[in-house]
């Protein structure tokens, strides 16, 4: 025993690998990035299960090689890379990182490996629209927590935020946003090749640099030099040639000083959570507690609906309601959302809103029918029986002796489900609803901090569920005593 603390006492004090250090010891470079960015940054090779591909990929590997180990891809989501890299789950984030001064304040930044512009693009129909200035007030899509991000926010417009590169272009076709701007990059395979669409012209420029964690500089500085040894061997562009994303811009890259890295990192700036953040998130509240409401207004009826039927309805109308629940309980409400908004925007053009509550509406239903049919079985078969022998319809018998008992015995099931309701309308962010936890990740990435974000979140999911719990609660109360 003596032995063994002999030889951890040494290891108390030792300092932790820097970055550097704790690659080669590791003996791989482990890069983080979103596979759904798709094509030309990094995507699943479908040739290789399991491999990747685009120039992202290689230019890792290429890295990777000059520093003298393997390269190992690390997924992670796009709007969550810069915090998934301050806590260590990978090495560096490397997935079209542009260098914004919000970034530049928090983190590290390698020199620049590629510049690329800022395209608008509108519906080839709207042509008032000729840039941002004939924007304001109007919604344009993007991806949340870019460059294109912040040049639309401060721009007086309305700024909606995707998770994917294809749906904007979608929405842009359908009407639902006014314009999109987008990396040239992804216009150029995104948007442009669809005919409804045209180029307004390019609004901005900025550069993807590697970001690296604070206190790893050996490790910036070693990519910096490695970045230099293949922009200057050609290696680079030919990379870029590979991908067709190379043009005569990029030859800056070639010819990159440790200057003009300066320059382009001085502008930085922290931002912090204030007032004008707290209001955004009693908006979203709002948003979500006008979906959760909406979708639940949809679902109750509907469930009622769908129980009796299965109970009581004909053969036929039975199967088709027992099929819908099966349907939409067995399937992922975000595939369903998905399949709503996207999926038949051709055939049913829906708002994002709208699109919403309609699709946790018609979710939840199926939820709902099960909780009142168990409501309704509940009830003594007797009773049903009685009331028909006193001479009521059907109908009548369910409205006014077994429905009234039925709702009591499916009241906190009912609870139930508006509360997760209320938690499931998260999902709808992929549609472009900002609601309340689409709005904290937004400020969450805005101010690098997820806990005061989260922390604020959390407390107002609670003060809008707790005080329906206890009405419930006082529902119930009030119905036994009945």
């Not at 931002?271 to 409401?293: E, I, K, M, N, P």
Request: net charge neutral; aromatic share 8%; charged share 20%.
């Amino acid at each position: 025993m003596a032995l063994l603390a002999l030889a951890w006492l040494p290891s108390c004090g030792a300092e932790p690998d820097s970055g550097l250090a704790r690659v080669r010891r590791t003996g791989e470079l482990r890069w983080g990035a979103d596979a759904q960015g798709g094509e030309p940054y990094a995507m699943e090779d479908p040739d290789a299960p399991g491999g990747m591909k685009g120039f992202e990929v290689e230019l890792a590997e290429a890295l990777a090689r000059e520093l003298g180990v393997r390269a190992r891809f690390v997924q992670n989501d796009w709007s969550s890379l810069i915090p998934s890299l301050e806590r260590g789950s990978f090495d560096v984030a490397l997935n079209g990182i542009e260098v914004t001064p919000a970034r530049s304040g928090r983190i590290l930044f390698t020199r620049p490996y590629y510049v690329f512009n800022l395209r608008l693009l509108a519906r080839r129909d709207d042509a008032a629209v000729t840039g941002l200035d004939s924007l304001k007030g109007q919604r344009v899509g993007t991806l949340a927590s870019s460059l294109a991000w912040d040049l639309l926010q401060r721009s007086g417009v309305e700024a909606v935020p995707y998770e994917g590169v294809e749906e904007p272009y979608i929405d842009l076709e359908q009407g639902r946003v006014r314009a999109v701007l987008m990396d040239d990059i992804i216009a150029q395979r995104y948007g442009q090749p669809r005919p409804a669409l045209r180029v307004v012209g390019d609004v901005g420029e900025g550069y993807y640099a590697i970001a690296v964690r604070p206190g790893d500089e050996d490790l910036r500085e070693a990519l910096d030099e490695a970045l230099g040894r293949i922009a200057r061997s050609g290696e680079l562009r030919a990379i870029f040639q590979r991908w067709g994303i190379d043009s005569a811009a990029q030859q800056r890259m070639v010819d990159w000083t440790e200057a003009q890295t300066r320059e382009v990192l001085a502008s930085t700036h922290t931002v912090r959570l204030g007032w004008g953040q707290l209001v955004l998130f009693l908006q979203a509240a709002g948003v979500t507690l006008l979906v959760s409401v909406g979708a639940m207004l949809l679902a109750i009826p509907l469930g009622i609906g769908l129980a009796l039927t299965r109970l009581y309805g004909p053969g036929w109308a039975g199967r088709l309601a027992t099929a819908y629940v099966e349907l939409f309980r067995g399937t992922p409400v975000l595939l369903q959302l998905y399949v709503l908004y996207y999926g038949l925007a051709g055939v049913l053009r829906l708002d994002p809103l709208s699109a919403a509550i309609l699709g946790l509406g018609l979710n939840y239903a199926a939820y709902e029918a099960e909780v009142y049919r168990a409501g309704v079985l509940a009830v003594p078969r007797g009773q049903l029986e009685a009331a028909m022998a006193l001479g009521m319809p059907l109908r009548l018998a369910l409205r006014r002796v077994i429905l009234p008992q039925a709702f009591r015995v499916a009241l906190p099931g009912v609870t139930n489900d508006f509360i997760a309701l209320l938690k499931d309308s998260s999902l709808v962010s992929v549609i472009s609803v900002v609601e309340l936890t689409k709005r904290m990740t937004i400020t969450a990435v805005d101010v690098r901090s997820w806990l005061i974000p989260g922390a604020l979140c959390a407390l107002l999911y609670l003060a809008m569920s707790y005080p329906l719990s206890r009405l419930a609660r006082r529902l119930e109360a009030r119905l036994e005593r009945g």
